[in-house]
């Protein structure tokens, strides 16, 4: 088995490979599926494995009576998926660093005899997925999703952020384990489950890296915004200006604020406008125009839905 779990030399245990009856809820009814099951009086563990064309599906559930260690270790270069399908529990990896994950999927390099560690608590239960990629899988991806290339061609133990693991991702998984196909089909459409489950990940760190690229670019938006929230915003041609497509720059602006550009531009229109309507005697149509509304009847619905008065309402309150 490629992803090998040892447990520590002082735990006593017995290996079979004959899972008992009262588990078979958590046992793998993919066709071709190995398994062990290891007990003592630490408790149980429950280790399976699958080729899925070319790759290679793994299943771990641990079921601790005493506070232990696991440490997996692989006995070649590979690529995994790994799925924390438990809550959150302690990891530390060969170069010493340590992260708290729980429910959630990373991708990593692993190299062979380099074991990362998982510390259970008794009582605590483990649940865990890997996935032994395909290289052709990766490589076939790498144009779209460069950060790739940094597994495909690195010598050292490498990791990508960890993601949330969404329910579109579980719901995959889960698909590709509870199947009726057989055969071929069932190769074929397991294969497909974990190319979507694959790139659903790859796409949301691609996005979140997007992210923080533009986040100069987001800020010199809003202080073009703050200074002058009367000009126009054509959300697509700010896009353009920026080399940005229209969505890749909303994400990045909402992420950065936790609003829309256009809610973003109406909040700097409406402060603009208490500013006016206290500090000069101009009309509520030239406060309206001078804001960037050239409709007064819409400023006026839209000041009044932003501050629950009208702006006349609102003048002469703050004159009285």
Do not use: C
């Amino acid at each position: 088995m490629p992803i090998l779990i040892r447990i520590s030399e002082k735990l006593e245990a017995v290996v079979t490979h004959v899972i008992p009856k009262r588990y078979r809820k958590l046992m793998l009814n993919l066709p071709s599926t190995e398994g062990i099951y290891v007990s003592g009086v630490w408790g149980m563990m429950i280790h399976q494995q699958v080729p899925i064309e070319n790759h290679l599906y793994s299943e771990q559930h641990v079921i601790p009576l005493v506070d232990m260690e696991l440490h997996f270790f692989t006995t070649e270069p590979t690529i995994i998926m790994q799925i924390i399908l438990s809550d959150e529990m302690q990891f530390t990896y060969p170069d010493g660093g340590t992260s708290q994950q729980g429910r959630r999927i990373g991708m990593q390099y692993m190299l062979p005899d380099k074991p990362y560690k998982v510390t259970l608590h008794a009582g605590q239960q483990y649940h865990t997925a890997y996935i032994k990629l395909s290289r052709q899988l990766l490589e076939g991806l790498h144009d779209t999703f460069p950060l790739l290339l940094k597994l495909l061609n690195t010598s050292t133990s490498l990791m990508l952020p960890f993601e949330r693991f969404s329910a579109t991702m579980r719901t995959e998984l889960e698909k590709m384990k509870t199947s009726v196909l057989g055969g071929q089909a069932l190769t074929h459409y397991s294969n497909n489950r974990i190319s979507d489950i694959v790139i659903n990940y790859l796409e949301n760190v691609h996005r979140k890296g997007k992210v923080s690229l533009y986040d100069m670019e987001v800020g010199q938006l809003i202080s073009r915004v703050d200074e002058n929230p009367e000009d126009t915003f054509n959300v697509g041609e700010q896009a353009q200006l920026m080399g940005l497509t229209e969505r890749s720059l909303e994400t990045a602006f909402k992420h950065k604020m936790g609003t829309t550009i256009q809610l973003y531009v109406q909040k700097q229109r409406i402060i603009k406008a208490k500013l006016l309507l206290l500090a000069s005697t101009g009309s509520i149509a030239d406060i309206a125009l001078e804001v960037g509304y050239s409709d007064p009847s819409y400023f006026n619905r839209v000041f009044k839905q932003a501050t629950g008065i009208s702006p006349g309402k609102y003048r002469s309150d703050g004159q009285s």
